[in-house]
């Protein structure tokens, strides 16, 4: 037998977020003129001769109809009532104006572990079964009220209490809905968790930044990074050729800097020599020096190689992949044979140096298209170290972040916070440009940031300024295409958008040059007018004029 079958006159129905949830068999018409009439807050009204009775529940907004002819409160706990009461997932109860529990439905027997009917509330306080009454408090005050309640069974429930009146005002009638609250401490635990975790990664941070035996800003959180970190104090302590491999800003260099200064040559220089970088005419030369008239221009004392310069220590080779063919050859023999010989000389020159190798290209698949060496491939890769795109280690977003903030503080003397809900956006995305890129996004936030807490819509305002430049495959490609696009916009009137634009490219060359006059020469400008400039802007207070 159907629910509406015992009274056929009654109905129920469900609203959730302005939506019919669960209904009788109620006809459509009668349904919309009760919603049409429904006021939010409204416990109990009248349209078209029926009855209608309102219960707030965590499934929604349940709706009891009944005509009114047949409407009594005797009659307010029918088989109906009972059975849609019994159907919500919260506690519900109903007390008289004594306190007298007259209805209890099943959750809330199970939920409090007892069976409360036909007992007073105050004799129930009396006895220990529970702490505290819902009912005689809303009794007392006539107003809806909610307290934490802890019941014999040990457990704390949220419970609200709402009067009933009669249509003389006077209260008739308590209606309590109970929920259980294991479920909210067991995400107050989860919220504390997160926060011991993230003291710990502050701890680390700071760890990290005090640490004087490097000064390398490597932030290892995820296992994935760890697990680098781990391969990589390994193998510093020897003089191994390594080969790091990896995308575009996944932190290579940071990597070359830790295992120098993890080294038996921590005290000696690390030179850095990026083969992309350098005109192929002019790399052999730079690598491996010339003899006084080896070509036309060459200086009359003869030049020494960074080959040269740098032995005792560490040369870290940064995009390996794009060297010629012809130097790979004679690389191949300093490795080998430890030893350079310079253009126009015939004598060999020893050496000692660590050779650290670095690539976002596949040499592997080079050698297979005849475009590397495939000796020189195989002396390089003794020691492969491979590192992670951010996106597959997101664990190291917010401390990076973190990292980040710091860097800026001490360099532009501008603190910033951030909120939780941008950090989620942060952690979230892929970085296709990876630790470069979130440094750089970081920085930029900062520096453009008109309040000290950086806000979700500002995170994602810059984020969705940015190109999408994911599908395209060469990495070194993706780099030059951040580099040019210029993401700010301006507003106001032309003089000023003209100064904060002016303002922007100024604080970009600072940050890209170490010196005032190095910054001067790559806006084509004066130094002295750079200087101008930047005191008008208030951009910095220290200036450097070192080369």
């Known amino acids: 037998m159907s629910i509406t079958q015992l009274h056929k006159d009654e109905h129920f129905f469900i609203v959730k977020n302005d939506e019919v949830m669960i209904r009788s068999d109620i006809q459509i018409e009668l349904l919309e003129k009760i919603i049409k009439n429904y006021c939010k807050g409204i416990e109990t009204f009248e349209v078209e001769g029926y009855f209608i009775h309102v219960l707030d529940t965590s499934q929604g907004n349940l709706f009891y109809v009944k005509p009114i002819m047949q409407y009594n409160y005797i009659d307010l706990m029918n088989p109906l009532s009972i059975k849609v009461l019994n159907s919500i997932s919260d506690g519900v109860t109903v007390c008289d104006c004594d306190g007298k529990i007259l209805f209890q439905n099943d959750i809330d027997i199970e939920i409090v572990g007892i069976d409360l009917m036909g007992k007073y509330a105050k004799d129930a306080i009396a006895e220990g079964i529970m702490s505290d009454s819902i009912s005689m408090k809303v009794i007392e005050s006539k107003e809806k009220v909610t307290i934490l309640q802890t019941f014999i069974n040990g457990k704390c429930f949220l419970v609200s209490g709402k009067p009933i009146f009669d249509e003389y005002g006077e209260l008739q009638y308590v209606v309590a809905i109970t929920r259980d609250m294991t479920q909210l401490k067991l995400l107050e635990k989860e919220v504390k968790k997160l926060e011991v975790q993230n003291e710990n990664i502050k701890n680390k941070l700071h760890a990290l930044h005090n640490k004087e035996n490097t000064k390398s800003s490597l932030i290892a959180v995820s296992s994935e990074m760890m697990q680098v970190v781990e391969r990589v104090m390994r193998v510093a302590v020897v003089d191994?050729?390594?080969?790091?491999?990896?995308?575009?800003?996944?932190?290579?260099?940071?990597?070359?800097?830790?295992?120098?200064?993890?080294?038996?040559?921590?005290?000696?220089?690390?030179?850095?020599?990026?083969?992309?970088?350098?005109?192929?005419?002019?790399?052999?030369?730079?690598?491996?020096?010339?003899?006084?008239?080896?070509?036309?221009?060459?200086?009359?004392?003869?030049?020494?190689?960074?080959?040269?310069?740098?032995?005792?220590?560490?040369?870290?080779l940064d995009e390996i992949g794009e060297m010629p063919l012809l130097l790979q050859a004679k690389l191949l023999r300093v490795l080998q044979e430890s030893e350079v010989q310079r253009l126009g000389s015939g004598k060999p020159i020893p050496i000692d140096v660590r050779i650290i190798a670095a690539t976002n290209r596949n040499l592997a698949e080079m050698v297979r298209q005849g475009h590397f060496r495939e000796d020189l491939y195989y002396r390089l890769n003794i020691i492969p170290i491979e590192i992670p795109p951010l996106r597959y280690r997101r664990q190291d977003i917010i401390p990076l972040v973190y990292h980040f903030l710091a860097v800026v503080e001490e360099k532009y003397g501008i603190h910033r916070t951030i909120e939780s809900s941008a950090m989620k956006i942060l952690e979230c995305y892929d970085w296709p440009g990876n630790v470069r890129q979130l440094k750089n996004m970081v920085e930029r936030i900062c520096l453009l940031a008109t309040q000290p807490e950086i806000t979700a819509y500002i995170v994602q305002q810059e984020l969705d300024s940015n190109p999408i430049i994911r599908d395209i495959e060469n990495p070194v490609e993706i780099q030059n295409i951040q580099e040019q696009v210029v993401t700010q916009k301006f507003s106001g009137t032309l003089k000023e958008q003209v100064v904060a634009f002016e303002k922007q490219i100024i604080k970009e060359a600072l940050s890209k040059f170490p010196s005032i006059r190095q910054a001067a020469k790559s806006l084509g400008c004066d130094q002295s007018t750079l200087v101008r400039k930047i005191q008008k802007l208030q951009l910095t207070k220290q200036i450097s004029y070192k080369d």
């Open 240 to 316: 191994s050729t390594v080969l790091i491999g990896g995308e575009s800003g996944v932190g290579k260099e940071e990597i070359t800097k830790l295992i120098h200064a993890n080294s038996r040559r921590h005290n000696k220089q690390i030179l850095t020599i990026n083969c992309s970088a350098i005109p192929e005419n002019l790399l052999e030369s730079e690598l491996f020096g010339y003899e006084a008239g080896a070509f036309t221009g060459a200086s009359r004392g003869g030049k020494a190689g960074l080959f040269e310069i740098a032995s005792g220590g560490t040369v870290f």
